[in-house]
């Protein structure tokens, strides 16, 4: 069997084998790298979402009661501290977790 171009099938695997030689190999993480990695992006996801949210408060209190920009700044240094609280608590039952987990 031969392809539009005259090729047979055998010509088409060796081109083909050769290809995937020629790439680099990607990096695969391993499940502990994988789980890292997923409970960083929740610890600052946790993070920006409680800024976020606050600032918003902050944001409909000024819009409210004329008073722009103060409850907005007030809210959002209140977040941010909200927020490192939180991703610290995070953190610490996270590691609490993976010590148990490997009996340490």
Known sequence: MTDGRGNDGDELD????AAKQARPTRHVASHSE?????KGWAVGIEFV???LVSTFIGWLIDSWAGSEP???IV???LGFAAG???AMVTSQQIDKTDNNKHGH
Not at 14 to 17: E, N, S, Y
């Open 14 to 17: 060796r081109r083909i084998a």
């Open 34 to 38: 994988a789980a890292g990695e997923s």
């Open 49 to 51: 979402g409680t800024v």
């Open 70 to 72: 103060w409850a907005m």
């Open 75 to 77: 809210f959002l240094l």
């Open 84 to 86: 490192l609280r939180r």
